[in-house]
């Protein structure tokens, strides 16, 4: 633990220990331990249907991002966090712009297309007209690699091909990627060459953007640890809190 997202939710087990009777205090821990991690389950639940609510179609990619550490008799912590090398961007990059605004990371073809020569220090890309979209509004990994395969750090690598020539590699390809700068009305940026000559626009390049926080991550969590917190005590209580148990 001790992520910047991590919501910690912890007990003070001294005054619990001054409100019940000298059976129960061996119980303490154990029905303490239940409730955190019963309540770190009921934030993680309150965190998917806050980005459902906040996101436009977001992925099972970002939903299943969150995970609940429990709570145990040694350790009376609980904590919902971000899976760790979940996938090639950490929840922790892609989400964090979301809740506390600024900026986001490059994203791996992103990185590549700098690497190349392609996308300058401060652009990134933002889909284009003719950029192929999944249900949930983003391009696949099979469409970068497609992408970044053709380009190879190039410019147009048809522009001087005879007529004929680009209409075979237009058919073996499904099209033919270029980047495209300076044409005035034109965005620069990532465009496909199609049957006709024409040009679709796929990826553009745009400045640096900045996001104003949407996801109230902790806010989220902080309403959920107050009023589920003592329902789960009780629970704790009713089920576990008068058993004798055995050192």
């Not at 979301?98 to 297309?113: I, Y």
């Not at 007209?129 to 696949?140: C, I, Q, S, V």
């Not at 033919?176 to 796929?202: C, H, M, N, S, T």
Request: hydrophobic share 40%; net charge positive.
């Amino acid at each position: 633990m001790g992520s910047a997202f991590e919501i910690d939710i912890r007990a003070n087990f001294d005054n619990i220990a001054q409100a019940v009777n000298e059976m129960q205090r061996d119980n303490i821990p154990f029905v303490t331990a239940y409730a955190l991690t019963k309540t770190a389950q009921d934030v993680r639940v309150a965190e998917v249907d806050k980005m459902r609510e906040v996101f436009d179609r977001p992925t099972r990619f970002a939903l299943n991002a969150l995970q609940v550490v429990p709570a145990t008799k040694q350790d009376l912590r609980a904590a919902v966090v971000f899976k760790q090398g979940f996938g090639s961007i950490p929840a922790e990059r892609y989400l964090g712009p979301q809740v506390h605004g600024g900026g986001r990371a490059k994203k791996s073809h992103e990185r590549a297309l700098q690497s190349a020569g392609i996308l300058g220090a401060a652009e990134y890309c933002v889909p284009g007209k003719a950029a192929p979209l999944d249900a949930f509004g983003n391009m696949k990994g099979g469409d970068f690699t497609r992408i970044l395969s053709q380009l190879q750090a190039s410019r147009d690598p048809m522009q001087n091909m005879t007529p004929r020539s680009r209409r075979r590699a237009i058919k073996r390809a499904g099209g033919q990627y270029f980047v495209l700068r300076g044409a005035g009305r034109a965005p620069d940026g990532i465009y496909k060459r199609v049957a006709g000559g024409a040009a679709e626009a796929v990826l553009i390049f745009v400045r640096a953007p900045s996001y104003t926080a949407r996801l109230p991550y902790e806010q989220t969590a902080f309403d959920v640890v107050e009023r589920q917190l003592p329902v789960h005590f009780a629970e704790g209580w009713a089920r576990y809190g008068n058993q004798r148990r055995r050192a």
